[in-house]
């Protein structure tokens, strides 16, 4: 299975931005799908943003216009830029890949957006 790892979590103020990382261990060229999801505690996990392996590209309604995710395939890594924060996306966030075979999970990363 791929082990995914996810950096560039943090604290940000009200407004700021982030850009996560998740660095998978193989090749993700042919990956089937991409996904960050988040979970707040006490509640179920929740898709963000997701793009196939053929670039298409989907969005949860409280991000669209705000989060941008993107593959590079060179440097098997899935990027998702996180602009104008706010304290609602306060979450553990989490990289997550299927690769047609398996489902793969990261160990998710904390974002805390805070004034």
């Known amino acids: 299975q791929a082990q995914l790892v996810e950096s560039g979590g943090g604290l940000v103020q009200p407004g700021g931005s982030l850009r996560l990382s998740c660095e998978a261990s193989e090749s993700i060229r042919n990956f089937f799908v991409m996904a960050w999801y988040r979970q707040t505690p006490g509640n179920q996990r929740e898709v963000v943003a997701q793009v196939s392996d053929e670039d298409v590209k989907w969005y949860s309604p409280p991000v669209k216009g705000r989060f941008t995710i993107s593959r590079d395939n060179a440097k098997n890594t899935l990027i998702l830029e996180m602009n104008n924060l706010s304290p609602d996306d306060t979450a553990v966030y989490f990289c997550?890949?299927?690769?047609?075979?398996?489902?793969?999970w990261g160990q998710g990363i904390q974002v805390t957006v805070s004034s």
């Open positions: 997550f890949a299927h690769t047609g075979k398996n489902a793969n």
